[in-house]
Each structure stands twice: as structure tokens, then as C-alpha cells.
């Protein structure tokens, strides 16, 4: 399952590279980016989002669900 969302933080968005705020900050995203969310962490506070060939080795990171408007419910997505 993949969803589609954007992000809503008017700041930006700190994409980390695990479900925790003390995890490397591996790119920032901006208000209103969209993004392609594919798995969330199992108490639900994390989604996981697909990166773009710019960040590597990297292909997916961590953000705060908190600050995404995902297009359909994130329950949806499998616990990782």
C-alpha cells in the first residue's frame, strides 16, 4: 500500500532517518511538498515517505504524521 500526501508544517518538515526526534535529519521538506507515504511506525506518531534520487544512499525516511495531510487515512499503511 502507498498513499499520497503534502506536507502542512509552515516551516518545513524535518525528514529523519528513523521514527524518533534524536535521529539524523537526512533532508527537509517544504509546506505544501507532496509526498508518497509507504509504511508508518506502530504507534502511528511516524509515517514513513519515499525520497527522490537527490538523498542517497538513502531511499525513504521518518517524518511526524502530526504534519502531513495524507489523501486517505494512514492506518491504511503497514506497521514497520
Known sequence: VVLSGQVSAVTGLNVRAEPQTTAAVIATL???Q???L????PDGLWLQIALGDSV???TTG???AAFIDA???AEALPVQ
Not at 509507504?38 to 511506525?41: G, I, L
Open 62 to 64: 521518518w517524518v511526524v
Open 30 to 32: 517544504r509546506l505544501g
Open 71 to 73: 489523501v486517505e487515512s
Open 34 to 36: 507532496p509526498v508518497t
Open 38 to 41: 509507504t509504511a508508518r511506525s
Open 56 to 58: 542517497t544512499p538513502r
